[in-house]
Nanobody
């Protein structure tokens, strides 16, 4: 069992930055692949970025490539999403998720709201 708690969301002006954190607890949390997703009002959940348990592989949605950076600190069992050059269309609830190696995402956090004003 893995528990995930996101933090770091808030209100920011377009062009600004935020760093989201996802603290994971559980015996094997550091061995899970981790991802960030978002859901904007009236839209389906969207993949944002993910990172392998070693941190050696990272993937990004085209819409955030070059602006967002995913990273992890396995000693702290924490995954980060650094978001720069934010745009109003980045407004959404951001969720982190954990996937056992070779499996689908099985654990989800409660989400943190990010609002970007124009």
């Amino acid at each position: 069992q893995v528990q995930l708690v996101e933090s770091g969301g808030g209100l920011v002006q377009a062009g600004g930055s935020l760093r989201l954190s996802c603290a994971a607890s559980g015996r094997t949390a550091s061995s899970y692949g981790m991802g960030w997703f978002r859901r904007a009002p009236g839209k389906e959940r969207q993949f944002v970025a993910d990172i392998s348990w070693t941190g050696g592989s990272r993937y990004y949605a085209d819409s955030v490539k070059g602006r967002f950076t995913i990273s992890r600190d396995n000693f702290k069992n924490t995954v980060y999403l650094q978001m720069n050059s934010l745009r109003p269309e980045d407004t959404a609830v951001y969720y982190c998720a954990a996937a056992p190696v070779g499996s689908e995402y099985a654990y989800w956090g409660q989400g943190t709201q990010v609002t970007v004003s124009s």
